[in-house]
């Protein structure tokens, strides 16, 4: 968990002039709308969570390098870096929608590949917008080579998104579960990044402040998601050990048995 400003290399590297466009964007932020803050250069906008699941994308960008990785629900390209960023010496993008300018354009219920064609798969916030997860479980069970891998991401904590639907939200036990009775082996599974009951308040304000239609009441509610996610880092360290609680996500590396397959 961190708030994603600027480090004190680039502050010190840059001109006074840029260093005042910037913070002049980062205070617009705290009060745009949605539209206004995507005009905005993305290292200017104020967040306040870094969603990193550190050993989960660790071990997964290990695993993929060299290999054919599968980005299912890509996005628009500025979505990608972090999937083509993963070092795969071949990188497919596949979405529904055409105007992502995917790679593939496909359901992901009925993926387009033959069987065992890929080595890693993404998956980020994309099994909540999907009425039937497990097929789509079963299809990447399908096309991925035995040893590979999957990074899967889906909310527990989030308000209702329609990209173009939105049906579910997932507990660990139950994502695990999903992987596991679909043949894989689930080896890393994370909540404790996005963990908290401030982080978590901090994080609600900040996703509810775009249904405000006045400029105040998001720069108030943005301004209330800071205090928040200061009182995160005093006070939801102190729970007890093994203690779950409520989380934003959760996100598991999956993996496909090497040996499957084999007598």
């Avoid at 479980?137 to 891998?149: H, K, L, N, Q, S």
């Avoid at 889906?154 to 660990?172: A, E, I, K, N, S």
Wanted: charged fraction near 20%.
């Amino acid at each position: 968990m961190s708030v994603i400003t600027p480090s004190l290399s680039t502050l010190c590297s840059e001109s006074p002039v840029t260093m005042t466009l910037r913070w002049l964007n980062k205070f617009r932020s705290l009060y745009a709308s949605v539209d206004e803050n995507n005009l905005l250069p993305k290292k200017d906008r104020f967040y306040p969570w870094s969603g990193a699941a550190h050993n989960v994308d660790r071990e997964f960008v290990v695993r993929c390098r060299g290999k054919v990785l599968l980005d299912l629900g890509c996005g628009p390209p500025e979505t990608r870096v972090a999937a083509r960023d993963a070092g795969a010496s071949q990188y497919v993008g596949l979405d529904f929608l055409i105007e992502n300018r995917p790679d593939a354009v496909a359901s992901i219920d009925h993926l387009c590949l033959r069987d065992e064609s890929v080595d890693g798969i993404n998956c980020i916030s994309v099994l909540e917008h999907v009425y039937h997860p497990r097929e789509i479980i079963a299809e990447m069970f399908r096309v991925m080579r035995p040893g590979g891998c999957a990074r899967v991401q889906v909310p527990f904590l989030l308000g209702y998104h329609d990209f173009p639907d939105d049906y579910f939200r997932y507990t660990h036990s139950a994502l695990r579960r999903m992987f596991e009775e679909a043949g894989f082996r689930v080896p890393l599974l994370e909540t404790d990044w996005s963990k908290g009951t401030y982080l978590n308040a901090a994080i609600t304000l900040q996703h509810g402040s775009w249904s405000f239609i006045q400029p105040r009441w998001r720069f108030v509610t943005r301004v209330l998601a800071f205090i928040l996610l200061w009182l995160s880092a005093k006070i939801d360290k102190y729970y007890a050990p093994g203690h779950v609680g409520i989380y934003h996500a959760v996100i598991v590396l999956a993996e496909k048995p090497a040996n499957q397959g084999q007598g």
